[in-house]
């Protein structure tokens, strides 16, 4: 870890909710792990009438302290705030946390921590209206897959499910005890977002809130519309990869818009507490950039139904028109690149002067279609990348080896933020 994150013992100290002693029905607390968040118009939304709520008593621990009571979790700063910092100290930003006491730990002990992010050597990026989807990131230069188009530290980091515990007031349909958890969860982030440098709370209350009718709060409607899974190793290990994810919500990446055909991903590099943003292909200057908000390796049918909580109806080339031809594809990506795996070991087993072109050809068939129905970023592409090379290398097509080792470098940088291979 670096001097810098630990000037002194005068930092704005972590603090974190006292044991709550009320225990929690074990029928609510069910409720709780199904709960599925409310969208679009909700007529019983906000406070339940009847719910009572309570003040949550704080207690306060020294800012770089990583020694918690198991199950604590904290409102804490990265990198750790002095009463003399300044927003302008850290260029890439400031992150406020509420984050378990085993994740403030892996981050303090992750190798390097503490670093600086890598930084672009120009403003690659413009943040601009669009006709139809508000404000949009595009490309300010032509940008190479894998090219580092920014870097940025999130606003705020927290989980990405409500993890405090309430008591249930006897009669409270599921609605409204769903209601009273959300009321609840914004007492939470607004001690994270006051926690915030003026500017930052700013950029915050700036962006995009399509929450708004729900019953979510001002903080948690925005964190709703514009979070990001932290993804990698940042999750809970007890609760697993799913409950015990993260959402961080950053200033400018959080203007990136939806498609089906994403240009850009991201990966969060835990060291310097920081997202990096890569295209996934070669792109244009001028052309906006998209991230996928669900899953692509799904019918478009599909895709529109889990894109209703964010208020878009995608209107990309794989969802406009007739998409059978690309639903074809994305569900049946994995048997596709199995049955040219298989067909790649018994190809291996030939004598070298019996190897035709019985791999390569459906190999290369089958990556045009991943790139005419913009799938780079989807995992199968990189793979699908390597057994190209590998193909080539065994044909002794060197020059060809080559130019797909170069594609599968960049593309690896560009969706995992290191290399593979
Ligand atoms: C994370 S924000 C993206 C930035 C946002 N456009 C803004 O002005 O700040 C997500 C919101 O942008 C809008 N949006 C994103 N992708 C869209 C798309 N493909 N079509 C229409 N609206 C879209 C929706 O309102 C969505 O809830």
Avoid at 45 to 52: D, H, I, N, S
């Amino acid at each position: 870890m670096k001097r810098g994150f630990l000037k002194s013992a005068k930092a704005q100290k972590t603090f974190y909710p006292a044991e709550d002693e009320e225990p929690v029905p074990d029928l609510f607390k069910q409720l709780v792990k199904g709960t599925k968040l409310s969208y679009g118009k909700v007529k019983e939304a906000g406070r339940p009438e009847g719910y009572q709520t309570k003040g949550v008593e704080m207690k306060e621990t020294a800012a770089e302290c990583v020694d918690h009571p198991e199950g604590t979790k904290l409102f804490t700063t990265i990198p750790i705030q002095y009463p003399d910092s300044t927003y302008e100290d850290q260029p890439v930003g400031w992150s406020e946390c509420f984050i378990s006491a085993d994740i403030k730990r892996m981050i303090y002990e992750t190798p390097g921590f503490g670093r600086s992010p890598p930084s672009p050597n120009r403003l690659n990026y413009r943040i601009e209206s669009t006709p139809n989807m508000g404000l949009g990131m595009f490309a300010a230069h032509p940008l190479k897959m894998g090219d580092l188009i920014l870097s940025e530290r999130p606003l705020l980091v927290v989980p990405r499910s409500m993890t405090m515990s309430i008591g249930a007031p006897v009669g409270f349909t599921p609605e409204q005890y769903r209601q009273a958890l959300m009321f609840e969860w914004e007492k939470y982030l607004e001690m994270a977002v006051n926690r915030m440098f003026p500017e930052n709370r700013k950029a915050y209350y700036a962006l995009a809130n399509n929450h708004s009718e729900d019953g979510s709060g001002r903080i948690l409607g925005i964190l709703r519309t514009n979070g990001y899974d932290v993804g990698g190793d940042f999750y809970d290990k007890k609760l697993g990869k799913h409950d015990g994810a993260y959402s961080a919500t950053c200033d400018k990446m959080s203007r990136l818009n939806h498609s089906c055909r994403p240009n850009v991903s991201h990966s969060f590099d835990i060291a310097s507490f920081s997202f990096q943003l890569r295209p996934v292909r070669d792109i244009q200057a001028g052309e906006q950039l998209f991230y996928s908000y669900c899953k692509c390796d799904q019918p478009a049918a599909a895709r529109q139904k889990a894109l209703e909580p964010y208020g878009v109806r995608c209107t990309c080339e794989s969802c406009l028109g007739d998409a059978t031809e690309s639903d074809e594809l994305r569900t049946h990506i994995t048997p596709r690149f199995m049955a040219i795996q298989t067909a790649y070991v018994h190809w291996l087993q030939r004598p070298p002067q019996q190897r035709d072109d019985s791999v390569l050809k459906p190999a290369l068939a089958l990556l045009s279609a991943f790139e005419r129905d913009g799938l780079h970023s989807n995992r199968y592409y990189s793979l699908l990348l390597d057994t190209i090379r590998e193909v080539y290398s065994d044909l002794g097509d060197k020059e060809s080896a080559t130019k797909y080792a170069r594609l599968l470098r960049a593309c690896s940088i560009a969706c995992t933020g290191s290399i593979t291979r």
